[in-house]
Nanobody
Framework: QLQLTESGGGRVQPGGSLRLSCVFSGFTSDNYIVGWFRQAPGKEREGVAC????????WYPDSVKGRFTIAKDNAKITVTLQMNNLSPEDAAVYYC??????????????????????WGQGTQVTVSS
């Protein structure tokens, strides 16, 4: 069974950091564009970091650029999202999503979350003092 499982969410103070992990089960990430997405209450799901099949290309929206970093491990089993200098505006449920990387780029997946085929269950990130 193909499955994505997120972990690492929690509560952090403004300015703090969290590291999220997305573990692939039943398949590996090397043929997939993978992204981290977030959805706050009353808002649409948005892409915050996406990475290419080989891991060499990443894309971030301006809202997180310089603060978030996505990476694939060498075994292509785990995709992490390092989040630094968090603000209350970053609070949301964070999801890992993946799409087979044939005719799609990292930027395209982040810009169109509906194109992801596989999704994890999400992990809550709360930023408050």
């Amino acid at each position: 069974q193909l499955q994505l499982t997120e972990s690492g969410g929690g509560r952090v103070q403004p300015g703090g950091s969290l590291r999220l992990s997305c573990v692939f089960s039943g398949f590996t990430s090397d043929n997939y564009i993978v992204g981290w997405f977030r959805q706050a209450p009353g808002k649409e799901r948005e892409g915050v970091a996406c990475i290419s099949k080989g891991g060499g290309t990443t894309w971030y929206p301006d809202s997180v650029k310089g603060r978030f970093t996505i990476a694939k491990d060498n075994a292509k089993i785990t995709v992490t999202l390092q989040m630094n200098n968090l603000s209350p505006e970053d609070a949301a449920v964070y999801y890992c999503g993946a799409q087979r990387g044939v005719f799609i780029t990292a930027q395209a997946l982040c810009s169109n979350p509906g194109r992801a085929t596989y999704w994890g269950q999400g992990t809550q990130v709360t930023v408050s003092s």
